[in-house]
T-cell receptor, first 114, second 115 residues
Framework: AQTVTQSQPEMSVQEAETVTLSCTYD???????LFWYKQPPSRQMILVIR??????QNATENRFSVNFQKAAKSFSLKISDSQLGDAAMYFC???????????FGTGTRLQVTL | GAVVSQHPSRVICKSGTSVKIECRSL??????MFWYRQFPKQSLMLMAT?????????EQGVEKDKFLINHASLTLSTLTVTSAHPEDSSFYIC???????????FGPGTRLTVL
């Protein structure tokens, strides 16, 4: 069984600044995958970034990057140069393979201010 | 890219009636699909795994007789909420994995309101 914990219910960042969203997880599996999803007001789930646990290098997608600390079971998301369109709910999630079920954290609501 | 659709996007029904929600993978085949429920300001909770050609696998605490899942083809899974009650009002989301892209794609969701 996997658990995913997000300890920040809400975060706020000024436009153009950087913000980091925290996520910790627990799993007994040796192979697993970690994800950050964005859910805007439309409620459509959008994949932001993913990390394979066997890869040591932190994943990066444009302004989004992760800090994956495997020993600490930590998987934080850094958003650089924040934009108004980044305002949304962000969910951290984990699974043990593409076709396996996702376990989600409780989410962090990100506000972006001018 | 891979697209997953859901129909209807929103439905209002009377207590005691049944409601069917469809989840379709439009440009890829999915032997597995997942059904989630999301209450307001909460996270997604997995309800069940839909398997093409076989029975769905339900998560603990989810009533299989109340939430009927049928995965009749490689592109369609349906969730039927039987004898719906107001407490079943929620946002229901499906997802389907694309193995070659190591990614799950989500439908836009269905908002169910039971009066």
């Amino acid at each position: 069984a996997q658990t995913v914990t997000q300890s920040q219910p809400e975060m706020s960042v000024q436009e153009a600044e950087t913000v980091t969203l925290s996520c910790t997880y627990d799993t007994s599996e040796s192979d697993y995958y970690l994800f950050w999803y964005k859910q805007p007001p439309s409620r459509q789930m959008i994949l932001v970034i993913r990390q394979e646990a066997y890869k040591q290098q932190n994943a990066t997608e444009n302004r989004f990057s992760v800090n994956f600390q495997k020993a600490a079971k930590s998987f934080s998301l850094k958003i650089s140069d924040s934009q108004l369109g980044d305002a949304a709910m962000y969910f951290c999630a984990a699974n043990t393979g593409t076709a396996s079920k996702l376990t989600f954290g409780t989410g962090t609501r990100l506000q972006v201010t001018l | 890219g891979a697209v997953v659709s859901q129909h209807p996007s929103r439905v209002i029904c009377k207590s005691g009636t049944s409601v069917k929600i469809e989840c379709r993978s439009l440009d890829f085949q999915a032997t597995t699909m997942f059904w989630y429920r999301q209450f307001p300001k909460q996270s997604l909770m997995l309800m069940a795994t839909s398997n093409e050609g076989s029975k769905a696998t339900y998560e603990q605490g989810v009533e299989k007789d109340k939430f009927l899942i049928n995965h009749a083809s490689l592109t369609l899974s349906t969730l039927t909420v039987t004898s719906a009650h107001p407490e079943d009002s929620s946002f229901y989301i499906c997802s389907a994995p694309v193995t070659s892209r190591n990614e799950q794609f989500f439908g836009p969701g269905t908002r169910l309101t039971v009066l």
